[in-house]
């Protein structure tokens, strides 16, 4: 058993890589160098790198893990030292560590420590590091990103050199195999393989998805079920703009808590006005809209509860070094609801949401979950007794239900606490999906009312829940979970029908015309290539079921049928393989 955490064997790998590359770069400038939840990183300034270029090859980090474990031969101690800053500061400039100068500048003590490894390398950091070098077993450099110096964009790009440590290399090997995998699975290359959606960077910017036909169709699919499930509990749709005054999220809190991550935008009829109240906002919430819903007329306890549910788009400004595919772009779109409903109602509306998350991640093929429950953080709207009433309720149904649970204390939502459900895929990597936030604050800063049983007004409670969450995440999180071989039911198309030769193509178009009759989703493929490479395309994009038909089938009126990962299912009436193709539909849903 090791005698110390794998965070400072990992940390301590970090200061050894940045030993590594100041002794093949000696000009480099070191940045940090933290730990992080699968490895480590460092940051370097090396002179002449272009910003948006990255400077360090494949076979750069091949020469830095080959000095790394020369250093780790050695065995060097890591020797910590207390110094007071002034004097830091002069070994530093010495040193023409100019990052290192910005970090100790901005240290409230008085006494900084160091580490110094070797005769040369010395590094400013607070520790703790392994006593020496030769305790590193099994590491492994992974990748090179740019990265804006305190991830501000208009600062320096500097080179970020990942890595990852464990204890044994057995525990290595394991992850480097488990990262082999997912990179198989990645979203974005199976997207562009299934021609299921692209971001037009250049032409369109950032962060912003483009769904071709077939991603289309299966984002359809998915917001089929979520319509019909909602209209069967008792949810009204409704539909809000993309994007409103100012003031309404003035009134929310968004503009001020929130404010550096909305689009906004002057009003085009007051071009000469620089004030705030001018001002658009692309929604990057749909409360707003659903509260003015609610206030559209006069409300009853007995119209309580309210269930607003829209598939609304937001907008969000995300710093472009986070963007990563589906999983986090600048304009998604939510499966949102708003709850509107009396205090004695408020149990059980968590209750039946709990239920629907559950329900729905069943149908989609998850079955195992995290759960916390975040309460109230330093920025934030409401009372003490309001924030205390919502998060006993949230914490309330998670018990009852017998939900295992943990707290993230301070990452609430600014006016309410919430319970964040998180799925995981078959690699047991976690996706955030499904919210629910119990809010007393935006009722009473809209104020919102309704006309109690004893003909006085009062204020409903207000839940804010996603099921599925942004449907791109999810999108991408069902790929990667499926490796691209999605269930039957969810596959955009479903059977492809392949003629052997062009006087089939009747016999086969008239296939395709049955099988969309009876709501199967297929298409003929009847390209100027051979069949082998018909089919290899369509084993590609994934397609569950290859019909082929040729003179003998076309004789007999009947089909030859390819199952996806199974291969051939011999020959049968097209009725038989429609009723086989609805059973298989029907149990899985």
Known sequence: MAEFSLDTLRHSCAHVMAQAVKELWPEAKLGIGPSIEDGFYYDFDIAGAKKGQLVFTPQDLEKIEERMKQIIEKNLPFIRQEMDKDKAKVLFKELKENYKLELIEALADQKVTIYKTGDSFVDLCRGPHLDSTGQIKAFKLLSVAGAYWHGIETNPMLQRIYGTAFFSTKELDEYLQYLKEAKTRDHRILGREMNFFDIYYEEAGAGLVFYHPKGALLRTIIEDYLRKEHLKRGYDIVITPHIMKQRLWQISGHYDYYRENMYIVPDPEDKDSKKQSSEYVLKPMNCPGHILIYKSQTRSYRDLPLRFFELGTVYRFEKSGVLHGLLRVRGFTQDDAHIFCLPEQLDQEISSVLDFVFEAMRVFGFGDFKIALSTRPAQSIGSDDDWQRAQNALEHCLRSKKLDFTINPGEGAFYGPKVDIKLRDALKREWQCATIQCDFALPQRFELEYIGCDGKSARPIMLHRVILGSLERFMGALLEHYKGVLPLWLCPVQVVVLPIKDSIVEYAQQINIQLQQQAIRSKIDSKNETLQKRIRQAEL?????????????????????????????????????????????????
């Open 541 to 589: 994009e994934k397609i569950p079921y290859i019909i082929i038909v040729g003179e003998k089938e076309k004789k007999v009126v009947s089909i030859s049928v390819r199952k996806r990962s199974v291969g051939d299912r011999g020959s049968m009436k097209l009725e038989d393989f429609i009723e086989g193709v609805k059973e298989e539909i029907r149990n899985y849903q």
